[in-house]
């Protein structure tokens, strides 16, 4: 009964995070199937909510087949991400080390790509970093990028 309590409340909490939308900006496509989408790499484009003037690019992996035409696949962890000053940097909002910025689901219920951001006072940069997590067990396959703060 406790697990179960645990499992509905973490699904609760992943549902009440207000995931940011992402613009897709292209694809290509890995591996062919002969039912359903073909394997492809996603490429998608995102704003910091809280930190205007940057935006950041990420690319994962998206399964095809039938079972990710349906929305049943569960994607590989692997992703990759560059954050860059698009315009002057403004901070809307206090910020916090290790505040999700965007959140992706990345299986039926259990897994999602996040970003967190942190910031590096001492070289006046920010670092964005993109991993994956389970309910069970996270995964050690991560990717970072930095944006020095600079004048625009």
Same mark, same amino acid.
């Given at each position: 009964?406790?697990?179960?309590?645990?499992?509905?409340?973490?699904?609760?909490?992943?549902?009440?995070?207000?995931?940011?939308?992402?613009?897709?900006?292209?694809?290509?496509?890995?591996?062919?199937?002969?039912?359903?989408?073909?394997?492809?790499?996603?490429?998608?484009? #995102?704003? $910091?909510? =809280?930190?205007?003037?940057?935006?950041?690019?990420?690319?994962?992996? &998206?399964?095809?087949?039938? +079972?990710?035409?349906?929305?049943?696949?569960?994607?590989?962890?692997?992703?990759?991400?560059?954050?860059?000053?698009?315009?002057?940097?403004?901070?809307?909002?206090?910020?916090?080390?290790?505040?999700?910025?965007?959140?992706?689901?990345?299986?039926?219920?259990?897994?999602?790509?996040?970003?967190?951001? #942190?910031? $590096?006072? =001492?070289?006046?940069?920010?670092?964005?970093?993109?991993?994956?997590? &389970?309910?069970?067990?996270? +995964?050690?396959?991560?990717?970072?990028?930095?944006?020095?703060?600079?004048?625009?």
């Amino acid at each position: 009964m406790t697990l179960r309590r645990s499992l509905l409340a973490s699904l609760l909490t992943l549902a009440a995070i207000s995931p940011l939308q992402a613009e897709i900006v292209g694809e290509v496509d890995t591996a062919f199937q002969l039912i359903g989408k073909n394997h492809r790499i996603v490429i998608e484009a #995102f704003d $910091d909510p =809280k930190v205007e003037g940057v935006a950041c690019h990420l690319s994962r992996a &998206k399964k095809g087949g039938i +079972s990710g035409t349906l929305g049943l696949a569960e994607d590989t962890s692997d992703a990759s991400i560059a954050c860059r000053q698009v315009g002057p940097i403004k901070f809307l909002e206090p910020l916090e080390d290790g505040e999700r910025v965007f959140t992706k689901s990345t299986s039926l219920l259990f897994k999602t790509m996040q970003v967190v951001r #942190f910031f $590096d006072q =001492k070289r006046n940069t920010l670092v964005y970093l993109v991993y994956s997590d &389970k309910l069970v067990d996270g +995964s050690p396959k991560n990717s970072i990028s930095t944006v020095p703060i600079q004048p625009w």
